[in-house]
């Protein structure tokens, strides 16, 4: 562990530096230095709505006899948050299966199957039960109450998790984060904390908001020297 290390690259003139001020297993905390407070507070909103993460994003009622309406029971279930796979999964969208029931590579497939007997009873996270018993994506806490049955009541349904990002839907997002002054230091000095969810281990968040910035800079670029060299051959 590198914890109170810095890492210093040279990057134009300015030095940026990095530096591990604290982290435990929900939250980490970083110092930047030398990068623009647009870009450090970039970064930041990244953590929030650009790092893929996992989420129910489609259900498939098959019965419903509780007295929560369907609509709500589907809504409380997308906002369990799942430890989530995201070496091995892509988003719907860029998955080249191009099916609308999805594939092993983005989707993940959970049955919900619960009835009360005699005696009413709680449903949790942890009664989803998965295709496959392998999978490493599974809802962070088992313990989430999803809806009570009266005896006599029964509800199956099929779930669909996903990955997804925070800018599509609230039920994705990774962290929460802030950006702020040390209490002494240079000016263009920032410290960062960034808090999971608890889809990904919150060192892995900033990683990712730092890789979907990367992806925005080349993307970017492409489309630049795409349409200034469109522009050129049209003067030609
Ligand atoms: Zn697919």
């Not at 970039?42 to 129910?56: G, K, Q």
């Not at 984060?177 to 960034?194: C, N, Q």
Request: proline share 6%.
């Amino acid at each position: 562990m590198l914890l109170g290390c810095s890492v210093r690259l040279q990057s134009g003139s300015k030095m940026v530096s990095v530096r591990l001020l604290r982290e435990d297993e929900k939250s980490v905390e970083v110092e930047l230095e030398g990068l623009p407070l647009a870009v450090m507070n970039a970064i930041r909103r990244f953590t929030i709505n650009e790092v893929p993460t996992m989420a129910v994003e489609e259900i498939l009622i098959i019965e419903n006899t509780s007295s929560m309406p369907n609509d709500i029971l589907a809504h409380r279930i997308s906002l369990i948050p799942f430890i989530s796979d995201i070496d091995h999964y892509v988003a719907p969208e860029e998955c080249t299966c191009g099916s609308k029931l999805g594939c092993e590579k983005c989707t993940v497939r959970y049955i919900l199957r619960a009835e009360a007997k005699d005696e009413p009873i709680t449903v949790y996270s942890g009664d989803m039960t998965p295709e496959d018993q392998n999978t490493k994506v599974k809802p962070v806490s088992p313990k989430i109450p999803i809806v009570k049955l009266a005896p006599g009541q029964r509800i199956e349904m099929e779930l669909y998790v996903r990955v997804g990002r925070g800018k599509k839907h609230s039920k994705w997002q990774a962290a929460i984060s802030s950006l702020y002054e040390p209490k002494e230091g240079a000016k263009d000095k920032r410290i960062l904390y960034v808090e999971s969810i608890g889809f990904l281990p919150p060192k892995r968040i900033l990683l990712e908001a730092a890789k979907a910035l990367e992806k925005k800079a080349v993307e970017l670029e492409e489309l630049l020297s795409r349409e200034l060299a469109g522009k050129q051959g049209g003067e030609e």
